[in-house]
Each structure stands twice: as structure tokens, then as C-alpha cells.
């Protein structure tokens, strides 16, 4: 049974709420059952979107490191794959609720992914260059020895 001279409403929906029925979002607002529901929701997509933000940074540190330590062109391929993963998800059909929440970063997540995958791609390309002189000069001992 509803109360006519209830004082708390949701902060959302507006829907008035009885006592017991009063919930409080993470920033202490008013929130009916069904808003706090949607309110996590929407936490959850924020951190998603976090998520693709933080594979564009990682992707460029990685990219980094490879120069210096990339053992087995680990630190090559887990950029190339948060790279990718960033930029696949940062514009992607249906996906808008993640990356709604990162509108304002995707230049910087685009920068970050392009320049790392440019990296990556020089790096494999040294790394080819470097395996191919190897096998070059091996060959041409095998044969001239
Ligand atoms: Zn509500």
C-alpha cells in the first residue's frame, strides 16, 4: 500500500518511494530498485569502456618496451593485441553504452593504438631483417665452408 505523503522520490525516475524501498547509488543519491539497478549497469559500461581506454595505454608502454625487452616479440604481440582490441571496440556498432563513456578519449586511445601498431610493425620488421641476415650468413658458410 502506497502512501499519498511520502517525501523521498527517486532522484532518477522520480518515483516516490516508501522507506524501506530507498536505495543510495555509489554517490549517495535517491535511487528506486529498478534506477539502482540501472545505475550499475552503467558502472559496469564505464569500466568496460575503462577497459578499452587502458588496452590503447598499455598497447603504447608495451610497444615501448619492446625496444628494450620483448623476449619471443612477447611484449610486440600483447601490444599489437590491446591495440587492436582498442581499436575495434572503440568504434563498434551496438557497443555505444561502453563507449559513450570514453567519447572524450578516443583521439588519445586512436593515437595510442595507431602509434603502437607502427611500432609493433617496425619492430617485426627488425626482427625479420635481423633472422634473415642470420640465415643468410649461415647459408653462406654452409655452402663456402
Ligand atoms: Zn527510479
Known sequence: MQQQQQ??????????????????????RVACA????KVDLVATDMRVGGNIRNGAIYSIIAAAISFVFNPFLLFTISSSVSAIYALASVNRKGDERFTQHIQRDKGMIYACSIIALVINAIVVVIVALAFAALRNRTHHEYIYQ
Open 7 to 28: 517525501v523521498t522520490a527517486c532522484n532518477f525516475c522520480g518515483t516516490h518511494l516508501a522507506p524501506d524501498e530507498v536505495l543510495y547509488t555509489p554517490d549517495a
Open 34 to 37: 529498478a534506477c539502482s539497478a
